[in-house]
T-cell receptor, first 117, second 110 residues
Framework: GAVVSQHPSWVICKSGTSVKIECRSL??????MFWYRQFPKQSLMLMAT?????????EQGVEKDKFLINHASLTLSTLTVTSAHPEDSSFYIC?????????????FGPGTRLTVT | AQRVTQPEKLLSVFKGAPVELKCNYS??????LFWYVQYSRQRLQLLLR??SRESIKGFTADLNKGETSFHLKKPFAQEEDSAMYYC????????????FGEGTQLTVNP
């Protein structure tokens, strides 16, 4: 199956600083990638759709100025958490869709654990 | 807007027993339904999708449009089935965006 990587796997930062998380599709190109947030023992909440060559599409309630998304290439999307606060501490997961119809599948990254102190 | 509900947060069964993880959805159109599984310390991965009607690891799921359900079943649970299971929906109008249920933690006891 396709491989999606995330970097870093975990990060600790101080309140007020910015953190960048990378999502890479290692063996296929993707014009779309998705960013999710997962709180402990809770479901995945879709934050935004990263679109190559155009602006990201944010879900309702997600601050686009706080969570900056850049689809830098067909294999890389980055999520920058700006001016991080403790409430931003969470598990951030990206996914990359591939194929269509019977072959459609979303491949998930391993996630990035962000802790804001 | 679409919504996915998994009524059981926790489910515990004994090895060899049948297991059913419930999933209900609300969506006015024709959805695509998926089950994703997350084993301990591993990433989320696709278990099965309704469109392909396949059985993976002994699991099956039937889309019941009348009851708006997509329950996951396995006749004989194994200890290695212990994991977090998420039901997810893709609406025809939202491309490949997925809406996830809250998840069910399945524990299969020896």
């Amino acid at each position: 199956g396709a491989v999606v990587s995330q970097h870093p796997s975990w990060v600790i930062c101080k309140s007020g600083t910015s953190v960048k998380i990378e999502c890479r599709s290692l063996d296929f190109q993707a014009t779309t990638m998705f960013w999710y947030r997962q709180f402990p023992k809770q479901s995945l909440m879709l934050m935004a759709t990263s679109n190559e060559g155009s602006k990201a599409t944010y879900e309702q309630g997600v601050e686009k100025d706080k969570f900056l998304i850049n689809h830098a290439s067909l294999t890389l999307s980055t999520l920058t958490v700006t001016s991080a606060h403790p409430e931003d501490s969470s598990f951030y997961i990206c996914s990359v869709p591939r194929g269509g119809g019977f072959a459609y599948e979303q491949y998930f990254g391993p996630g990035t654990r962000l802790t804001v102190t | 807007a679409q919504r996915v509900t998994q009524p059981e947060k926790l489910l515990s069964v004994f090895k060899g027993a049948p297991v059913e993880l419930k999933c209900n959805y609300s969506y006015s159109g024709s959805p695509e339904l998926f089950w994703y599984v997350q084993y301990s310390r591993q990433r989320l991965q696709l278990l099965l999708r309704h469109i392909s009607r396949e059985s993976i690891k002994g699991f099956t799921a039937d889309l019941n449009k009348g009851e708006t359900s997509f329950h996951l079943k396995k006749p004989f649970a194994q200890e290695e089935d212990s994991a977090m299971y998420y039901c997810a929906l893709s609406a025809e109008t939202s491309g490949s965006r997925l809406t996830f249920g809250e998840g069910t933690q399945l524990t299969v006891n020896p």
